[in-house]
């Protein structure tokens, strides 16, 4: 299967990856994909004016803005355009979120956040604190660091209205399974908020397969611009109040949970994302598949073939080092992880570690990644987090290869 996998063919869409360096801070952001940065461009220099005028040009630009929705809708399969909630990052879309449900909370209800979580999906919680909320912790088990049923069972009861979870940890790269977690919260009458952010570069997205009722991710680190998505079930983001102006009605969907409306030419340049990745089905797949959410479904098995082959040379070598600690699961297995890989090493800060790969045009990060509540519960915070090494399909085997004589000769 890896053999399959067409990297030249993959990487030759991304201008940047011409150069010397090897990026493994994808988790951090990624390259962005040409088709999509030529679609900003397109829309700046040829659509750039208002929507929703009655001239050619002004037409032209409402389509294209209104395309994102469209395509972005079928691409995560959600019911309708209608449930696409764009807006500039996924911290900002959880804060707007939060703050059009604090009429649906009442004094007493309990909201659910989990502390592997980025602050993005836990703040905006604890701030309806104010209100009269209860907000607990979902603990990961600190020896597997994985996020267990059982304890979120011990955590609801009918008080609990909202449970918000990552799918994936930016630090521990552990895939949780969303479906599970979302079925169960559902049987207890309560509603789940998603973090996608570090799911979403790796894996096909599908909305409805799973049922989550939010569901956000950044589209910076899936190829695009800096812009982000939300999902949310159109029957409950109909009942939420809007945040826009008095006058945006409560049915106007999903413009009423967008102040200010949307960034015209990043919203277009975000479908530029979804070209790049027909073009690579096209080049893998001979058979005519017209529908977006199964060719990206067919395009994310590849990629997650590759990543796992990509991945395990270096777990292997993770695993082997008797000084270093990995943080998150110890597998290469695509179906528990994604290949966002963090560790420690003893007596050694993780600090240091990246500022002796930097010369050799590698670039790695260290620290807590925003995830400061999980370093902290880890009791990793004082040798300054972990070290991160975050990969994605257009990353290679020769790259890794090259990372981890770098790291076998420093660590
Ligand atoms: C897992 C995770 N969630 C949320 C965020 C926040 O995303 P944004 O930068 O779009 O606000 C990040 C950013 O690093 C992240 O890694």
């Known amino acids: 299967m890896f053999d399959k996998f067409n990297v030249d063919f993959v990487r030759a869409n991304f201008p940047a990856l011409k150069g010397d360096w090897a990026y493994f801070d994808n988790a951090g952001g ?11 461009t397109d829309y700046l220099l040829n659509t750039n004016v208002q929507l929703g005028a009655s001239y050619e040009i002004s037409q032209l630009s409402t389509e294209k803005v209104a395309l994102a929705n469209v395509l972005w809708a079928e691409a995560i399969n959600a019911k309708s355009p209608r449930e696409i909630v764009l807006g500039s990052s996924t911290t900002a879309l959880l804060q707007n979120l939060a703050r059009a449900l604090t009429n649906y909370f009442k004094p007493g209800d309990e909201i659910i956040v989990s502390n592997s979580d980025h602050e993005a999906n836990i703040g905006p919680w604890l701030s ?94 899936v190829y695009g611009p800096h812009y982000s998505l939300l999902y949310g079930k159109e ?19 999903p413009y009423k949970l967008q102040p200010g409306n949307v960034n015209f030419e990043l919203a277009y340049g975000s479908t530029g994302i979804l070209d790049y990745f027909n073009s690579v089905y096209n080049e893998h797949f001979s058979e005519k598949n017209t529908i977006l959410n199964s060719r990206l479904e067919k395009v994310f098995q590849l990629i997650a073939d590759h990543e796992e082959e990509i991945v395990r040379p270096l777990m292997d070598f993770l695993n082997y080092k008797s000084n270093i600690k990995i943080i998150g699961e110890k597998t290469s297995d695509k179906n528990l992880r994604v290949p966002t890989v963090s560790f420690i090493v003893k007596g050694r800060k993780s600090s240091e570690i990246p500022l002796l790969v930097d010369p050799h045009k590698i670039g790695i990060r260290w620290g807590d990644f925003y995830a400061r509540r999980l370093i902290e519960s880890l009791n990793i915070s004082d040798i300054d987090g972990v070290v991160r090494i975050s ?15 770098v790291l076998d000769k420093i660590i």
């Not at 029957?235 to 969907?253: A, P, V």
Request: net charge negative; glycine share 6%; aromatic share 10%.
């Open 391 to 405: 990969m994605v399909h257009y990353n290679t085997k020769s790259e890794v290869e090259k990372l981890i004589g």
């Open 235 to 253: 029957s409950i983001l109909k009942e939420l109040s809007g945040i826009n102006h008095f006058f945006i009605g409560k049915e106007e969907l």
């Open 128 to 221: 309806l604190h104010e209100k009269g909320v209860k907000v607990k912790f979902w603990h990961i088990n600190n020896e597997n660091y994985r996020l267990e049923l059982d304890t979120l069972n011990e955590l609801m009861n009918e008080n609990t209205k909202l449970v918000a979870f990552t799918h994936t940890s930016n630090i521990l790269g552990t895939i949780n399974p969303v479906k599970e977690i979302a079925e169960f919260v559902h049987s207890k009458n309560a509603m789940v908020c998603v973090d996608g952010v570090a799911y979403a570069p790796h894996r096909h997205i599908d909305v409805k397969g799973w049922d989550v009722d939010f569901y956000a991710f950044s589209l910076y680190k």
């Open 30 to 40: 990624t390259q962005i994909a040409e088709q999509s940065a030529s679609k900003i």
